[in-house]
C-alpha cells in the first residue's frame, strides 16, 4: 500500500491523488500507477475541474490508477496478483481488474461508497467468485520518508 500511497504523490489532480500497485503472488511489484492524463495529453491544456460541462472537466480524459497500473505492468499475466489502491476502485477500473485476472483488491478508503460507481462496482465483485476486495487494516498511522542519509541523522 505504502507504493499505492507513494505513486499517487506523481498525479497532478490537485483535489484527488490515487494510486494503485499490482504485486503477483510472490510479492513482486509488476505495476504501478497513478491518475492522470494519457501519455501526451499535457497536464496543462487539459481541464482538472470536478464541475462544469462534461468536456470543461477531468472525467471524460483521466485514466484512473488502476487502469494504468494493468497497462503499465511488466506482465501480460495478472491472474492471482493483488492490486492495492488508495480508493475503492470505480466500475470502469473494476471491469479492468475482473479482465485481467486479479484475485484481490486491497483499498485503504471506500469514501465514494454511497455512488452508483462504487455500488457497480461491488455488485460485479460480489458475482465475481475469482476476486475478492478487503479494506487494509493497519495500526500504521504513516510511513515517513527522508531524502537526508541515515549517517546524516
Not at 90 to 102: F, L, R
Request: glycine residues 6%; aromatic residues 10%.
Amino acid at each position: 500500500m505504502a507504493v499505492a500511497l507513494l505513486s499517487a504523490q506523481r498525479s497532478k489532480d490537485p483535489s484527488t491523488q490515487v494510486g494503485a500497485c499490482v504485486a503477483n503472488e510472490h510479492n513482486k511489484i509488476v505495476g504501478v500507477g497513478y491518475n492522470g492524463f494519457p501519455w501526451g495529453c499535457s497536464d496543462d491544456e487539459l481541464p482538472w475541474e470536478r464541475q462544469g460541462s462534461f468536456l470543461e472537466t477531468k472525467y471524460p480524459y483521466v485514466c484512473h490508477a488502476e487502469l494504468n497500473a494493468v497497462l503499465n505492468s511488466i506482465s501480460r499475466d495478472l491472474r492471482n496478483c493483488r492490486i492495492y489502491v488508495g480508493l475503492f476502485p470505480c466500475n470502469e477500473c473494476t471491469k479492468v481488474i475482473i479482465q485481467a485476472g486479479i484475485k484481490e483488491i486491497i483499498y485503504l478508503s471506500d469514501k465514494y461508497k454511497d455512488t452508483d460507481q462504487v455500488r457497480a462496482s461491488k455488485i460485479m465483485l460480489d458475482k465475481s467468485p475469482n476476486i475478492t476486495y478487503r479494506r487494509l487494516e493497519t495500526k500504521l498511522k504513516g510511513l515517513a520518508i527522508s531524502f537526508i542519509p541515515p549517517e546524516l541523522f
